[in-house]
């Protein structure tokens, strides 16, 4: 399986303006720029669509998980927070942390968090990301 998406930008790094694409048409030239990334702008950035492709990733895995453990979740919702950080006159996404909150009945505290943690490490999100990926999970009763 392979899934495409595609970046066009124009102009210089500060005033340039850029857009992305994807196969599926969910992003269709849609902008983004200096400003969306580097400062407050409106609009989206890499490492948001980063965050929002491992949020989703991981809310799947840890569903699947929770189902190999006989446990069906109601609802699992997951944020994940970006950390772009600048490192000798370049940037690196040094860190991801994922913050989870699931709703699962029938589930106790212990396998919730190994079925968590397994998923953290074994979503493919994660797996490529060369960063710290940090994560707090929350079961609600």
Request: proline share 4%; with cysteine.
């Amino acid at each position: 399986m392979k899934r495409n998406a595609s970046a066009v930008w124009q102009g210089g790094l500060q005033d340039g303006k850029g857009t992305l694409t994807t196969d599926s048409g969910v992003l269709q030239t849609t902008p983004y720029s200096f400003a969306t990334r580097f400062e407050d702008e409106k609009g989206t950035n890499p490492e948001e669509l980063i965050g929002a492709a491992h949020a989703g990733c991981y809310s799947m895995a840890l569903s699947m998980i929770l189902g190999q453990a006989n446990l069906t979740p109601e609802r699992i919702e997951t944020h994940a927070q970006v950390t772009l950080e600048e490192d000798g006159g370049g940037f690196s996404i040094t860190a991801v942390h994922l913050n989870v909150t699931a709703n699962v009945p029938g589930a106790d505290q212990a396998t919730f968090d190994k079925c968590a943690n397994d998923a953290k490490a074994g979503c493919p999100v994660s797996k490529v990301l060369n960063a710290e990926i940090t994560m707090d999970a929350k079961l609600e009763a």
